[in-house]
């Protein structure tokens, strides 16, 4: 089993960054695909990022490529998301999860665990 949690959001300008981390605790956490998703209010929650076990590949939704970077320390149980240039449709509650899986890791249905999610406000 793996427990997740979030940290690093908080309110930035239009144009500013932010960098997004998440813990994991046990000692599995170099076998899961971790993914990025975040969900605005009165919207459903939709993919940001993912990344494979090893961090071989990485995906990104169209809307954040070129801005957004996905990486991992297996050393150190963590993943992080640091986000450039972020837009105010950025805004939303960001969570990280973990999936056994190592293909279709755009599909909110393939995460197993989740984390508690943190609040990521961009202002224009």
């Known amino acids: 089993q793996v427990q997740l949690v979030e940290s690093g959001g908080g309110l930035v300008q239009a144009g500013g960054s932010l960098r997004l981390s998440c813990a994991a605790s046990?000692?599995?956490?170099?076998?899961?695909?971790m993914g990025w998703f975040r969900q605005a209010p009165g919207k459903e929650r939709e993919f940001v990022a993912a990344?494979?076990?090893?961090?071989?590949?990485?995906y990104y939704a169209d809307s954040v490529k070129g801005r957004f970077t996905i990486s991992r320390d297996n050393a150190k149980n963590t993943l992080s998301l640091q986000m450039n240039n972020l837009k105010p449709e950025d805004t939303a509650v960001y969570y990280c999860?973990?999936?056994?899986?190592?293909?279709?890791?755009?599909?909110?249905?393939?995460?197993?665990?989740w984390g508690q999610g943190t609040q990521v406000t961009v202002s224009s």
């Open positions: 046990g000692r599995t956490f170099s076998s899961y695909s």
């Open positions: 999860a973990a999936s056994p899986r190592v293909f279709g890791l755009t599909a909110l249905k393939l995460y197993d665990y």
């Open positions: 990344i494979t076990w090893n961090g071989g590949y990485t």
